[in-house]
Antibody, heavy 126, light 109 residues
């Protein structure tokens, strides 16, 4: 079945970097964008950016430009999200999600994030 | 950046009742990219509605989405116990940027 499996929980000190992986299976990895979304404890969802696994092209939310890097390794169908210069308020669950073209209509193309990873808890603490 | 404001923040209802959740955008959103997600405690979000009104695969028909421009609505016609969760709307803006609303918690009354 189609799934995204993320790497395990991480504990980091302030100022360090963290790299989270997201391994895709059950579909053509290069066919759909992968997004990264984070959720601080008790808070809502925050979009971080996407990567096009086919080209490696990326688009980051303005807030994260300069300190997030999204990459991929097509040989193992895995996307990565690296966040540098970690602070305590980066403590969150980080999710990857596949964005799929759901349907093409006369009114336009409809997309949705239809498959999500299980989430990776990143704790930043001294 | 388009800001999505969801209301109410918390909605307390009983099973069998009808739920109406609102998502208002700070500027007009293309209906082709307005989605709704459900998140249960300890789980990843899951796609409910895409294109403002189309149900994702496997989503029961008691869930429906509507709206256009700046006002969108998610309606659950008759609440089942498993529907009590947090719901988020999401949009894809004219620049390639995505935003989520802050969420509506649907709780059992």
């Amino acid at each position: 079945q189609v799934q995204l499996v993320q790497s395990g929980a991480e504990v980091k000190k302030p100022g360090a970097s963290v790299k989270v992986s997201c391994k895709a299976s059950g579909y053509t990895f290069t066919g759909d964008y992968i997004h990264w979304v984070r959720q601080a404890p008790g808070q809502g969802l925050e979009w971080m950016g996407w990567i096009n696994p086919s080209s490696g092209g990326t688009n980051y939310a303005q807030k994260f430009q300069g300190w997030v890097t999204m990459t991929r390794d097509t040989s193992i169908s895995t996307a990565y999200m690296e966040l540098s210069r970690l602070r305590s308020d980066d403590t969150a669950v980080y999710y990857c999600a596949r964005e799929r073209l759901m349907v093409v209509t006369a009114n336009g193309d409809y997309y949705g994030m239809d498959v999500w990873g299980q989430g990776t808890m990143v704790t930043v603490s001294s | 950046e388009i800001v999505l404001t969801q209301s109410p923040g918390t909605l307390s209802l009983s099973p069998g009742e009808r739920a109406t959740l609102s998502c208002r955008a700070s500027q007009s959103v293309s209906g082709t990219y307005l989605a709704w997600y459900q998140q249960k405690p300890g789980q990843a979000p899951s796609l409910l509605i895409y294109g403002a009104s189309s149900r994702a695969t496997g989503i029961p028909d008691r869930f429906s989405g509507s709206g256009s421009g700046t006002d969108f609505t998610l309606t659950i016609s008759r609440l089942e116990p498993e529907d009590f969760a947090v719901y988020y709307c999401q949009q894809y803006g004219s620049s390639p940027s995505y935003t989520f609303g802050q969420g509506t918690k649907l709780e059992i009354k």
